[in-house]
């Protein structure tokens, strides 16, 4: 019996593997547009498949970044400066991809600027904090994918969001969590809307990545801050022992991010070019190993695991 099933399970993944190996035909006249590419994940990406001889059209928040970008890549790659969240700069990013493409249609569009700071406990967030992770990270990624439609339909291309394992375990962070369960339901919406037009969606949902929106300073310099601007009444509830032990463990946390990117990158490419791209890709040994096995326990068993290191606050009961 257990052999017959080994061998079904052997077999299965021989299929699998041999399914994903084909490649889509005419790389070189694909384009595909990406947001976020200053640096990290967007960045990555854009040289490699730059190198990969794809037409890269590389959306950056910055002058800077496109320049650096541009410095480290071929003449095909081409950039442009875009805000999420700001409709005018997207209705341009839009136009300005429209003469690129002409009647070929848009390839590929990577859905990956997004935004994590400040990591605290959400009762420490202001609303502004929270509105501009929402508008970044969730708002941004629907009003560039909706204005992008069209091209990605002519082509029938592919759509590649960039969610987060935390998409799948909010664990904390509670405001990046929301909005990434909120990119998950607008994939997974999106994927059944549209799969009568030949469009494929596919979700990428990384682990803990060192990148510049995962930078320790920063990352932490910002954590003080928000404590130190929390109400009074906020910091007799947690208590200065409560914030000294979760900064801590954060600082461990952000330590522990892995540097391999290409892990993230190697995913959103053969979600661009295989024949038979994942719906969900899991990226990172943390996602694959730890939260999706976590993800499908027991509701309280699953919060049980994650905080069981977390400390009391002052005021606990």
Known sequence: MWLYLVAFVGLYYLLRWYRERQVVSHLQDKY??????????????????????????????????????????????KTVTLDVTKMESIAAATQWVKEHVGDRGLWGL?????????????????????????????????????SMLPLVRRAR???????????????????????????????????RELQHFGVKISIVEPGYF??????????????????????????????QQYFDAFYNIMKKGLLGCSTNLNLVTDCMEHALTSVYPRT??????????FFIPVSYLPTSLADYILTRSWPKPAQAV
Not at 127 to 138: F, H, P, Q, W, Y
Not at 161 to 183: D, M, T
Not at 211 to 232: C, I, V, Y
């Open 32 to 77: 595909v547009f990406i947001t976020g590419c200053d640096s990290g994940f967007g960045n990555l990406l854009a040289r490699q498949l730059d190198a990969r001889g794809l037409r890269v059209l590389a959306a950056c928040l910055t002058e800077k970044g496109a320049e650096q970008l541009r410095g480290q890549t071929s003449d095909r790659l």
């Open 280 to 289: 969900r890709y899991s990226a990172g040994w943390d996602a694959k190993f």
């Open 210 to 239: 060192r990148t510049g929106m995962t930078n320790l300073t920063q990352s932490l310099e910002d954590m003080k801050q928000r404590w130190k601007e929390a109400p009074k009444h906020i910091k007799e509830t947690y208590g």
């Open 110 to 146: 990577v859905n990956n600027a997004g935004i994590i700071k400040p990591v605290t406990i959400c009762e420490w967030l202001n609303i502004e904090d929270s509105m501009n992770i929402l508008k970044v990270n969730l708002i941004g990624v629907i009003q560039v994918t909706l």
């Open 157 to 191: 291309g592919r759509i590649v969001n960039v969610s987060s394992i935390l998409g799948r375990v909010a664990f904390f962070a509670g405001v990046y969590c929301i909005s990434k369960y909120g990119v998950e339901a607008f994939s997974d919406i999106l994927r």
